[in-house]
Each structure stands twice: as C-alpha cells, then as structure tokens.
C-alpha cells in the first residue's frame, strides 16, 4: 500500500527521519555527557569527595571540578591511609605535557595520579602494567609512565615494543611501564589522556612546586570505590568520622589571618559524597541545561513530524474506506484490520528511522564542526550502538503513536454507508475533519513555540556577537610556547622567550608582537588576594583580583588606550624597579580614585612588602570570558619574572592571518625544533571557541524551529487540500446558490486564521514558559523580547497564509455543475 501513494510515502519518510535522526544526534551527546558511566567495572561503586567551605591558601582548580571538591595533598595522604569503608582512594589533576619522543616534539594531555587510581578503578592494562602504590610512594622518585591508548596506537602502533622505551615529558625523561586499556579516557569528560604520571612526580614537571606538604593548597580530586555492602551514607558518615578531627586538630591551628566567622565555617567544614559512576568533570553541570533543552526541542519538532504523519494517515484512511468494509463485512475482524494498518505505519517508521541515521550522522558532524577542537576531540561523532538502538526504538514507538488513531478510526467504518458510497466516505466525518484540524493546531502552536526559543537565542548570540571586549583582536594570530616544559631552566627559558618575540617581529607584514602568560579570553582565570597602598586590608575583606603577566607594550599593540600612566616598557626588565597596570575595575575596588599611578601594591599577605610600582590605568577589557562581567585586574611586567616557563604571544600583521599563521611555525623550527608551537589560532577563531556553547544552541534551536515550521506548514497544507477535496460538493451548492469566489476563498483563510490564532496564542503562552526556565543560558535578555516574539508571529503567520493559499484558490475555482457531479 505505501507504494500505491508515494507522495504520502515520501512526506511521511522525510519527516519522520528528520524528527528522529534530531533526536538521535542530541542524545548521543546527551548519553556522552550526562548519561554515560566510566568503562570500569562496576562503577556504580565509584565515588567522589568534596569539602565545600573556606578554602583559604591556594586553591587550583580544572576541568575536573569547581573549586569547592578540590583537596590538599596532605588531607588526601590522611584519609587514604585512615578510611575503612572503601576499596580504595585515589587522587588526579590534568595537566599539559610537552611531550617528545626520540627528539620529535608532540602535544597531548596528560594526567597526575596517585598509585591507587587505576588499582580503585579495577582496570587491567592494554599492555605491560598500570601504576600501582609502589610507583608513588616516594615524592619524586618514579619516572614512570602508563599511555594512553590512543596514544600508544597513534605513535607506536600498538606496538608491545613501547614497553621500555623512554619518553621525554616536560624535559624530563620517564620510562613507559604500560598502557591504559581500549575505550578508557582517564575520569574527566572532555579530556583524553596521553599519559598517566604518578602525581607524587608533580614538582620534576612543574617547576617552582613546592606544595606537597603544604595543608592551604589545594589541587587535588579525590574519588574512591565503596566495598561491598557500603552505601553512600554509611561512607559519608564514616568518612566524616576521620575527615573532621583532622580538620579541627590539625587545619584549624595552622589558619593565619582568619576573623571569627570564617574560622566557625572552616571548623564546620564536611565531607560531601556523591554518585561517581561518571567520573569527575565540570561538562557534566555545564552541558545540564543546554542538552536537556536541546532534547525538549527537538521532542518537539518529532511530535510535530507524527502529528503531520498522522494528519496523512487520516486522509489516506478515507480513501480507503471502502476497502475497509469490504474486509469487515467479508468476515475481517477489526483486530486484523488494526495489525494490518499498524504494521503499515510502523514499517513506514522503520524506513523513516533508517533514512534518520543519515540526518543524526549529518547533526552530528555539523555540531562537531562548531565545537573546539580540544572538546570535540573527546566525544564521538559517530553512529554508537547504543544510538542505533536507540533510534529503533524511537521509530517503534512513532510508528504506533502517529499511526494508532488513524489505525482505529478506519476501521470504525459503518459498513452499509460505505458499501453503499463505494468509496471515500466515513461516517463520523465531522468527528474526524476536527480532530485533523486540532493535530494542525497542535502542531502550528508548537512551531510558534521553537519559533519564539529559537528567536530569543539567535537575539542572545547577536548580544554576545556585539559585547566590547575593550581592544582589537582583529588580524591577530596567537599560538604558545613552553620551554620549561621541554626541559630548559627558568633563566635558559626567558632568554628563549625573548628571541621568540625577536624572530615574530622579523617575519615580514608583522607590525606588533606582544605576550601574556594567562591567554586572553580562554576561560582560564587566575587570581590573588593583594594588598595595595591606602586599602585597608583585613579578615574577611574581599581583596582578591584577577591578574596576569605581559609583554612590553601589551595594551598599545591590542588597541587599549592608556587612561592614565604608560605601558608596561621594554625597559622593565628583570632586576629593575617592579612595576604593574591595573585596570578600572581594579582602581575602583581598592579606592585608588584618579590618583592610583604611582601608589604601590603586592599580590600577597598584609606582611608582605609594597614593592611593586602602579604605572598606568586601562580602561576595563575582557579578560577570562566574553560574557563575563570585567573583574579587577593587575598587570605584572612578564621580564620581570625568571619563573615564567610558557607565553601566549598575539601577532598582528598586514598579511593575511592565514599566512601569517603558517609563517609562525618556522620561528620554532630556526630557534629550537624540540620545542612545539601550541594551540596556533586566530584570535576570532579564539573568540568563537570561548561562546561556542551560545553558538551552538542559537544554531541548533535556529534549525529545529524552521524545519519544525516547515513541517506544520506542510501539515496544514495537506490538511486544507484534504478538506477541499472532501468539501468540493458542499462549495459547488454554495457558489450555485450565489457564493462568489472571493466569498469561498474566505471561507478557507478564516479556517486557516482561526487555526493559527488559536495556535499562535497557546504557542506564545508556553514560549514564555520556556524563555523563563532558560533565562540563565540567554545574554542580555531576560526570557522575554517584544521584537522576538512579534517576528515569530509574523513569520508563522506568513508560512501559514502561504500554506492556506493554494486550497483556498483550489476551493474558489470550483466549477458549480462539476461540483454537484461530485460523488
């Protein structure tokens, strides 16, 4: 029968695949992100530990996690040796290797662990062994090294000869004992692992570490494995039993500088135990809301598709009416009759879901596209098992959902009538042209409501799109180079670093060369409390700030105009009279008025010595993210400081940037080929990454509200030609007894602007619903916009009148004596 009307087919195909393969694609990266446990076994036992609370020190923070579930070494040491309740207690931190092998430089990930990490996860190595307690021990004893496996395939080609060999890992030479098994990424989502390093290693790879020992420094993720038998309340409370007198007996002394009421929260501090089974990563809460509202959406756009499909099936069913009672009045039982036309429907699904797995393929690659390299790097793109099965499912439960009431009101054909008809007619017609009619309805307020989401999105991107960053980031390559990490000392590395900037300001178009140590606009943010000359500074004030370390004429080169003072000069050089910039953010926070360039600061303690210089004031410019409001900043001269290992440079030229861009790579090759050049990009390239999340949600709502419009459109289309058609002796005796055609065309506009009206009613009512509830992932808007919402009312208004324009014209053509003919 599907053959016998191919275009009921083909319509009915094509909305069911890009209704289902829109569902397939976001919850492939809904299962990734949010559903998907760790590929250990049982890791339903699998834990992780935080201590929210004052934290005062040094806390350092990554992908892992919020900086409230970080831990120190020492507290990590305590409950490692003391904890009864679990199998095991582990600790990580990521971090960026400089890598090279046989004198080859490469980039990667890397991550530190404890030597009871991979024993906690239960894994068994792909080849050789896995770091065990022995391999971290003793603080800066083990060069040893698990790899990663697609790292090992990759470089080795799953050669067991790697075992033994040497790999050089931030100039320091450490020997492979083993590889990670097939399909393990390490425990944080959004990284993968190149190498695994005992986190007792951690001062051979940084320099300056000095914190192991230190209780007001916290770096460290904790996770554990509960035995048998343990719930996670029962390992709270245990855990708690050793965690706080530790706290209070040991931690509580070792506070300087701390009022009253801090002191009360730091003794009150606990340990909080959470499901583990997905491991530790930040992507978990960040991707919470946009994937569930990517999901909603395009449920929505897949209703719309069955609502479509079965407005078809209705018409169809009429024309099939007769054959219909032919079968019941034959003998037919109308549970046969059911089967039959389900089983059409559900193999109408099962074409549509195979068709689907193209447009979810095509999704994915599409979001894949939008997303940075370093994260896409870490999802698969790819068709999983579980994403087929999943979309089989999907097409069952469509196929009987947009096929059942067509299904059942076929077969409650009254026999005699349409036997007696021959053809074409139902009873309970009235009953059937309106439930049609309500599907259309149904389907125009859920285009109304995507239409207004999607609208408010694209708005919130535009708002991002137009944020003053405060400089010019135009024509602007940056790339990263880290010396230190390729085995030089800290004075080696800063005279490197000079001749870095030397060697971009020889390749011919640049015009200006500067650096900082924080990148501009990557997320990354680091910060200190300071004291600064007329401040008062004391328990419990608030004097943190941002900071970072830049290059002579830093601001001049990014378009900032100085507002007072000068740019950070080639001659604040190492051993001179120390000198910082601090933006109006900062001359603001610390009461430093229109006379701040000359007072003096530290980043430190209320003990330490005011000895660094303000020199100038710049107006306030982005600094960690694009959204974000400006936070007080300071500024140190980078030559200042033999301890910086690693640069971010920002080249401008008259060359195109992609030319300049190919141009850079040669400056490494000529100064030093051991050492890479990292994370080379253009600076709007850097920019899109950093609202790259805003990107992808306006683009996707975008798409799924047109395609979900387009598919009401065509709903109401068939369901106003269906009507015609069906009407067609009804319109005949109108225009005979003195109708004109105007008169008819009316007749089917006002059809089609009630159905709209009430549509576009109940689909603004639920829009306002859904810009509330998503208020926190718009910019600049607070889930309302009169210009969104009257555009999208137009725009439905205008597919729908162009929908409705060629049953109504049909309808006014009708000739009056064929009409009366009409059977």
């Given at each position: 029968?599907?053959?016998?009307?191919?275009?009921?087919?083909?319509?009915?195909?094509?909305?069911?695949?890009?209704?289902?393969?829109?569902?397939?694609?976001?919850?492939?990266?809904?299962?990734?992100?949010?559903?998907?446990?760790?590929?250990?076994?049982?890791?339903?036992?699998?834990?992780?530990?935080?201590?929210?609370?004052?934290?005062?020190?040094?806390?350092?923070?990554?992908?892992?996690?919020?900086?409230?579930?970080?831990?120190?070494?020492?507290?990590?040491?305590?409950?490692?040796?003391?904890?009864?309740?679990?199998?095991?207690?582990?600790?990580?931190?990521?971090?960026?290797?400089?890598?090279?092998?046989?004198?080859?430089?490469?980039?990667?990930?890397?991550?530190?662990?404890?030597?009871?990490?991979?024993?906690?996860?239960?894994?068994?190595?792909?080849?050789?062994?896995?770091?065990?307690?022995?391999?971290?021990?003793?603080?800066?004893?083990?060069?040893?090294?698990?790899?990663?496996?697609?790292?090992?395939?990759?470089?080795?080609?799953?050669?067991?000869?790697?075992?033994?060999?040497?790999?050089?890992?931030?100039?320091?030479?450490?020997?492979?004992?083993?590889?990670?098994?097939?399909?393990?990424?390490?425990?944080?989502?959004?990284?993968?692992?190149?190498?695994?390093?005992?986190?007792?290693?951690?001062?051979?790879l940084e320099v300056g570490f000095k914190n192991f020992d230190n209780r007001r420094s916290y770096w460290m993720y904790v996770f554990g494995r509960r035995k048998p038998g343990v719930t996670i309340a029962q390992a709270t409370v245990a855990l708690n039993a050793l965690y706080r007198p530790i706290l209070n007996d040991v931690e509580v002394p070792l506070q300087e500088n701390m009022s009253a009421q801090t002191l009360t929260q730091f003794r009150a501090k606990t340990l909080?135990?959470?499901?583990?089974?997905?491991?530790?990563?930040?992507?978990?809460?960040?991707?919470?809301?946009?994937?569930?509202?990517?999901?909603?959406?395009?449920?929505?756009?897949?209703?719309?598709?069955?609502?479509?499909?079965?407005?078809?099936?209705?018409?169809?069913?009429?024309?099939?009416?007769?054959?219909?009672?032919?079968?019941?009045?034959?003998?037919?039982?109308?549970?046969?009759?059911?089967?039959?036309?389900?089983?059409?429907?559900?193999?109408?699904?099962?074409?549509?879901?195979?068709?689907?797995?193209?447009?979810?393929?095509?999704?994915?690659?599409?979001?894949?596209?939008?997303?940075?390299?370093?994260?896409?790097?870490?999802?698969?793109?790819?068709?999983?098992?579980?994403?087929?099965?999943?979309?089989?499912?999907?097409?069952?439960?469509?196929?009987?959902?947009?096929?059942?009431?067509?299904?059942?009101?076929?077969?409650?054909?009254?026999?005699?009538?349409v036997i007696r008809a021959g053809a074409g007619q139902l009873t309970g017609g009235k009953a059937a042209a309106r439930f049609r009619a309500t599907l259309v309805t149904v389907q125009i307020a859920l285009s109304m409501a995507l239409l207004v989401s999607a609208g408010l999105f694209l708005k919130s991107l535009r708002n991002v799109s137009r944020v003053d960053l405060g400089m010019n980031l135009n024509d602007l390559a940056t790339f990263r180079v880290s010396p230190v990490r390729a085995g030089m000392d800290t004075i080696r590395a800063a005279i490197y670093l000079a001749r870095v900037e030397q060697e971009l300001k020889a390749i011919p178009g640049v015009t200006g060369v500067t650096a900082s140590r924080v990148p501009l606009l990557s997320g990354e943010s680091w910060g200190s409390g300071v004291q600064v000359q007329g401040f008062a500074s004391g328990p419990d004030v608030d004097n943190d700030s941002r900071f970072n370390q830049v290059g002579p004429g830093y601001f001049t080169m990014l378009g900032v105009p100085m507002r007072a003072g000068r740019d950070i000069a080639e001659s604040d050089e190492f051993g001179g009279a120390k000198v910082a910039v601090v933006n109006e953010a900062f001359a603001k926070k610390f009461n430093l008025g229109r006379d701040a360039v000359g007072k003096f600061m530290v980043d430190g303690g209320p003990t330490d010595t005011l000895n660094v210089q303000i020199v100038g004031v710049v107006p306030d410019m982005k600094y960690s993210d694009v959204k974000d409001t400006v936070p007080p900043v300071f500024y140190y001269a980078a030559r200042q400081d033999h301890g910086i290992g690693a640069l971010h440079y920002y080249v401008r030229s008259s060359l195109p940037t992609a030319q300049l861009m190919a141009a850079i790579p040669g400056v490494r090759k000529k100064l030093d080929p051991t050492i890479p050049v990292e994370d080379l990009k253009s600076m709007p390239q850097q920019i899109r990454e950093n609202v790259f999340l805003d990107r992808m949600i306006s683009i996707l709502s975008a798409a799924f509200a047109i395609i979900a419009t387009l598919l009401a459109g065509i709903g109401l289309y068939g369901m106003l030609a269906f009507s015609v058609a069906q009407r067609t002796r009804e319109i005949g005796v109108r225009m005979a007894l003195g109708a004109n055609s105007a008169r008819v065309r009316r007749m089917v506009m006002k059809q089609v602007g009630l159905m709209t009206a009430i549509g576009a009613v109940v689909g603004v009512s639920a829009a306002f619903g859904i810009g509330k509830a998503a208020r926190a992932l718009l910019f600049g808007l607070e889930g309302y916009d009169a210009s969104v919402f009257s555009l999208s009312v137009v725009s439905l208004a205008i597919v729908a009148l162009a929908a409705g324009f060629i049953p109504a014209r049909r309808a006014a053509l009708v000739d009056p004596m064929q009409a009366l003919r009409h059977d």
């Open positions: 029968m599907l053959l016998k009307t191919p275009f009921v087919t083909a319509v009915a195909v094509m909305s069911l695949a890009l209704g289902i393969g829109a569902n397939s694609a976001i919850y492939s990266l809904f299962d990734q992100m949010l559903l998907r446990p760790l590929p250990v076994p049982d890791p339903v036992a699998l834990i992780n530990l935080g201590a929210p609370g004052p934290k005062p020190g040094q806390t350092q923070c990554s992908q892992a996690g919020s900086c409230e579930v970080v831990f120190s070494y020492p507290m990590f040491r305590d409950l490692e040796r003391t904890q009864t309740v679990l199998t095991g207690l582990a600790a990580h931190r990521t971090f960026g290797p400089s890598l090279s092998i046989d004198g080859e430089p490469m980039t990667g990930q890397g991550v530190m662990v404890s030597g009871s990490y991979f024993p906690t996860l239960q894994l068994q190595p792909a080849a050789g062994r896995l770091l065990a307690p022995t391999d971290d021990a003793v603080i800066g004893a083990n060069f040893v090294v698990v790899l990663g496996y697609e790292f090992w395939r990759d470089t080795f080609g799953e050669s067991p000869g790697a075992i033994g060999k040497t790999i050089r890992i931030n100039g320091k030479t450490f020997t492979v004992i083993g590889v990670a098994p097939q399909g393990f990424s390490g425990t944080t989502l959004g990284t993968q692992p190149s190498v695994y390093v005992p986190i007792s290693m951690r001062a051979e909080t135990v959470e499901d583990g089974r997905r491991g530790q990563s930040s992507i978990h809460r960040e991707a919470k809301s946009p994937l569930y509202l990517l999901m909603g959406v395009t449920l929505v756009v897949l209703l719309i598709a069955c609502a479509n499909i079965a407005n078809l099936l209705l018409a169809r069913g009429a024309g099939r009416s007769a054959e219909m009672g032919v079968r019941l009045a034959l003998g037919a039982s109308r549970k046969q009759l059911l089967s039959l036309l389900l089983t059409e429907s559900i193999l109408l699904a099962a074409i549509g879901g195979v068709v689907s797995l193209i447009v979810a393929k095509l999704t994915l690659s599409f979001i894949a596209s939008m997303m940075p390299a370093d994260a896409a790097g870490t999802i698969v793109f790819a068709l999983e098992p579980q994403v087929i099965v999943f979309t089989a499912a999907l097409a069952l439960v469509t196929g009987v959902i947009f096929g059942l009431f067509p299904a059942m009101h076929s077969t409650r054909a009254d026999l005699i009538g």
